[in-house]
């Protein structure tokens, strides 16, 4: 009797079959929707990588559209002619200029007779990275009498800022920063931009050395005279002009307008009506019988002859 109670209670093997199908059934049903969950996961989290991706890429393409490169006002193929000599220090004789002060003035030279047809101003052009030690050194040396040449009408004096120093900062890019200083100084407050030029190169740094901060940059700029401080001291702690300095230097390294096939290969590189100056740097007296000889060649080059009065 107990026998058959037992055979009673115990699950066909059909049943069994069935249950066990039945259970993998569920298991696979739950592992599917665990897939699917983890699936969702996954694709959201991509998703959303991608959308924040595209927006990073959007907001930086933003930025870089909304300032765009600049170029500095008051420059003519790069060059940024002298308007005014004023605020260095040099025409009292209190600037630094080593030797320049022995030079005689260029008033000693014979005034032309006055019947004679005036003489057209020489155009003197000067390449000048503001870490060059040569830079520093002609500019020191032939100062007084380019500023005097400018104030009398002599001459048309020009700065054409390069950046080809710019490795020898430690990393600071100082040559590229002071070029786009001078820019700024060039746009925003023109006359004192010789002074500027003059106090980058009369208080040059090392060198290898990090040179001035643009803080410093932009305080040296306001100490020269600079007018609007507030937008000058902006222009050069932003660099507004840093990237039109990189383009200068290339394309004076490319070749150098209205001159025979002249490129720049170095600084300072001094062009006196195109034709490269290549005598000491630091002997004005030399500089000066170069320009005269140049000016000279000019003159009679193009002079027309003055017609003999009849009796």
């Not at 030079?103 to 000693?108: G, Q, V």
């Not at 222009?235 to 290339?250: F, G, H, P, V």
């Not at 394309?251 to 001094?270: C, Q, S």
Request: hydrophobic share 40%; with cysteine; charged share 20%.
């Amino acid at each position: 009797m107990s026998n058959d109670d037992e055979s009673q209670t115990v699950p066909a093997p059909s049943d069994r079959r069935g249950a066990v199908r039945e259970k993998a059934i569920q298991v696979q049903a739950k592992q599917s929707r665990a897939r699917m969950i983890r699936t969702a996961a996954i694709v959201v989290a991509i998703a959303a990588i991608v959308a924040v991706t595209a927006m990073v890429v959007t907001m930086t393409v933003g930025t870089a559209a909304s300032k765009p490169l600049l170029d500095p006002a008051n420059v003519t193929n790069d060059g940024i002619v002298v308007t005014s000599v004023t605020g260095t220090g040099i025409a009292d004789g209190t600037g630094q200029l080593g030797e320049a002060e022995e030079t005689p003035a260029p008033s000693e030279t014979p005034t032309p007779d006055a019947s004679a047809t005036t003489p057209p101003a020489v155009d003197i052009r000067v390449y000048v990275d503001y870490l060059s030690p040569g830079s520093r050194e002609f500019q020191l040396a032939n100062a007084l009498q380019l500023s005097t040449w400018v104030t009398q009408g002599a001459a048309q004096l020009s700065y054409y800022p390069v950046a080809m120093l710019t490795s020898k900062s430690n990393g600071t890019k100082y040559s590229l920063r002071a070029s786009s200083a001078a820019a700024c100084v060039a746009t925003h407050s023109p006359d004192e931009f010789f002074a500027f030029t003059h106090a980058l190169l009369e208080q040059q740094p090392e060198v290898d050395t990090d040179g001035f901060a643009d803080t410093e940059l932009a305080d040296l700029a306001i100490a020269s005279g600079a007018s609007s401080p507030k937008v000058v001291r902006a222009c050069i702690e932003e660099e507004d002009y840093a990237a039109w300095a990189k383009s200068a230097t290339d394309r004076a390294l490319e070749g150098i307008p209205d001159t025979d096939d002249v490129a720049l290969t170095g600084t300072p590189m001094i062009l006196v009506n195109g034709t490269p100056y290549v005598g000491a740097l630091d002997d004005p007296a030399e500089f000066s019988q170069f320009v005269l000889t140049i000016a000279s060649d000019s003159y009679y080059k193009t002079a027309t002859p003055t017609p003999t009065p009849s009796p």
